[in-house]
């Protein structure tokens, strides 16, 4: 579905916004209206909108002045507006570029004209908006690896050069941009790399693809090092260019090493879980040495930055010897098969990333056991498969449900971690914090008890009590998880009613529904096809598992909705009331508090400045509407809850689902 232009006509003429209507509404565009100066700079900042059409001669604040004003807000400069005046003096349309139009229309209107101009101008920012994007993406992946990615002209002279580039050599951007590639080598070996690196270039040795060599670099400071460089090389008409990826093989020596005072995780993290990790398991941890937790923490997380084939790399490790019984793992309704490898493969970064492309997150992790020869290092011998006798789940967790008893670690998304001993949780690592895990947030917490508040008056309530409500709440999450999963990012608004919740919510919905799935029925009839004994029926079985397709196929299809800019609206009978939907609201202007912990009695005031649009709509719409909850999801994977206390305080969940 394409999503519509959204044009903000300005005028304090009611006729000339009646006749822009008419034709823009025919166009298929949507259409914002503002009477003056002031009105038009509220809904432009509130909606941001594709173009702007604004009249010069407008009472109080001018379109000159609301032109420059525009323009001066953040995310302004990028939205084209265009001046629409019976002026057509010099000095008029000189004032109207300097504040900052992209066109000057006189008044009459000439429809057929303005019209083209209107979808000229619209693919033109399109265009710059796209291409701004994809260099945004890609100066943020550059900029999020820990990897030096630099790139050169035909004569080695740099032209980019990334945040892991100046980690790695200590020079600044400024410093090092147009200077030769060889810089980063030590004086004596200069003269024999560009010999080699220009004849290759001649030869034709560096594709696409690339190769890979081993050399020596040198740091800013005069420290030299270790360094593999991968390189390669493209055309842009007439002229090669060749980018290069360095390591830092000193530093992959000392994590892979398990040397002390080198470790990526501090030895109090270590000492933690350890401790922890007694805690839990009642049993003796010889066979758990904090050598081995170091290391499956450390090699999980490092493989986890990676991507392979522009996809994310999701690494899930269990620590189990090769001899232990399978046949004796299950838990509740779920069995577990091993595959063994005939050969062994060393516990490497580079190892797990290449096997973990081959496995299926949800349903397998991969089994390390320490070496033979040499206890202190780990090695990979084969995979642990999770069948589901049970058949689909409605359960929020989509990666493997480890066996109990067992220690497993793995990375959902790149800078993170799970530790875990069975299914319980023992410790986190994310965006540079340690913490321990806390209760689900959707049970007795604020969000919960926001939500309990409208579910408790459901029939299905009534009827299943609280196997209903549980699976309401996991319908929830794993509508949640599956967003974060894809990658793009949204928002999901609950809202407590069934009503036409647009002019009520200051929404404007661009793809509205009349005939969606209500979710809530769905959760009613697999509670009650649940409540026969299934287990010698067949039948019974079957319409279990069919039902439980349905719904997740339905938050499945819920969360490809997420995709579309805008918000998703939820009722509280879980059915989508609109996609794609624009968060009007005021600006908020009560406290935002930050909640350290799942009830609201820690909190730091948030400093929204530091937030992008949607964070601030979505604060801004719970602010103003009391009893609705948004849930945030970032790109890079956080997922933020937020509702309205009773004393006018939006108290923010920063990492609702860090369980899952």
């Not at 302004?76 to 507006?81: A, C, L």
């Not at 109207?96 to 693919?123: C, H, N, S």
């Not at 209903?468 to 999963?485: A, C, D, H, P």
Request: proline residues 4%; hydrophobic residues 40%.
């Amino acid at each position: 579905m394409v999503k519509k232009n959204l044009i903000l006509v300005v005028d304090d003429d009611p006729d000339i916004r009646l006749f822009l209507r008419h034709r823009l509404v025919r166009e298929g565009y949507d259409i914002l209206e503002a009477e003056d100066g002031n009105q038009a700079l509220e809904r432009f900042g509130n909606m941001m909108p594709d173009l702007v059409l604004l009249d010069a001669n407008l009472p109080g604040l001018d379109g000159f002045q609301t032109c420059a004003s525009m323009k001066a807000l953040e995310g302004g400069s990028d939205i084209p507006i265009v001046m629409i005046t019976g002026l057509d003096d010099d000095d008029s349309v000189d004032r109207a570029f300097a504040a900052g139009a992209e066109e000057y229309v006189t008044k009459p209107i000439r429809w057929p004209v303005l019209k083209q101009r209107i979808r000229l101008i619209l693919e033109r920012s399109s265009s710059m908006l796209h291409l701004r994007n994809s260099e945004k993406r890609f100066r943020n992946i550059t900029d999020s690896t820990t990897e030096a990615i630099i790139s050169m002209d035909g004569k080695g002279l740099i032209q980019f050069w990334n945040k892991g580039a100046e980690s790695l050599f200590g020079y600044a951007s400024h410093q090092i941009m147009g200077l030769s590639f060889a810089l980063l080598m030590p004086e004596g070996r200069r003269r024999e790399f560009e010999h080699a690196f220009f004849h290759a270039v001649e030869l034709g040795y560096l594709r696409e693809r690339g190769e890979t060599v081993e050399c020596v670099g040198l740091r800013q400071n005069g420290e030299t090092f270790p360094m593999e460089i991968s390189l390669a090389a493209w055309q842009i008409p007439g002229k090669p260019f060749f980018s290069a990826v360095m390591r830092d093989l000193g530093e992959r020596a000392r994590f892979m090493g398990g040397l002390e005072g080198t470790a990526l995780f501090d030895n109090r993290i270590i000492e933690r879980i350890t401790s922890l990790l007694s805690d839990v398991s009642g049993e003796d941890l010889m066979r758990v040495s904090k050598l081995h937790i170091r290391s499956l923490m450390e090699t999980v997380f490092l493989a986890g930055l990676n991507r392979e084939e522009d996809r994310p790399v999701m690494p899930n490790v269990l620590l189990m010897d090769r001899s232990f019984p399978i046949g004796t793992m299950r838990r509740k309704k779920i069995e577990y098969q091993t595959l063994e490898l005939e050969k062994s493969q060393p516990f490497t970064i580079d190892a797990l990333v290449k096997l973990a492309r081959g496995f299926d997150p949800e349903n397998t992790v991969l089994a390390v056991c320490p070496q033979k020869g040499d206890p202190r290092n780990l090695e990979i011998w084969g995979a642990v498969f999770q069948e589901d006798g049970d058949g689909p789940r409605l359960y929020p967790m989509i990666h493997h449900a480890p066996p109990d008893n067992f220690l497993s670690v793995y990375s959902n998304r790149a800078g993170s971690l799970v530790v875990s001993w069975g299914s319980r949780v023992l410790a986190r690592f994310h965006a540079g914090h340690f913490s321990l895990p806390g209760n689900s947030s959707f049970e007795t917490s604020l969000i919960g008890q926001a939500l309990f508040k409208t579910v408790r008056n459901h029939p299905e309530f009534n009827q299943f009590g609280e196997n209903y409500w549980s699976r309401y709440r996991n319908f929830i999450q794993r509508l949640l998880v599956e967003i974060g999963r894809g990658g793009f990012g949204g928002i999901v608004i609950w809202v407590p009613d069934n009503d036409d919740h647009r002019t009520v919510l200051s929404l404007v919905t661009r793809y509205r529904f009349t005939n969606a799935t209500d979710a809530s029925r769905l959760l009613g009839g697999y509670c009650a096809s649940r409540l026969e004994e299934p287990i010698k029926n067949k039948k019974k079985r079957k319409e279990i598992r069919e039902m439980a397709r349905r719904v997740l196929f339905h938050a499945k299809r819920l969360a490809h909705l997420s995709r579309v800019d805008g918000a998703l609206i939820l009722s509280h009978r879980l059915r989508p009331l609109s996609f794609g939907t624009m968060l009007s609201s005021q600006r908020w202007r009560g406290r935002t508090l930050y909640c350290l912990d799942d009830h609201g009695a820690d909190t730091v005031d948030v400093d929204l400045e530091k937030y992008g649009t949607r964070h601030a709509s979505a604060v801004n719409l719970v602010g103003a509407y009391p009893g609705v909850v948004a849930f945030v999801i970032s790109q890079d994977g956080p997922i933020a809850g937020m509702i309205c206390s009773s004393d006018d305080r939006v108290l923010w969940i920063p990492d609702l689902m860090n369980r899952f």
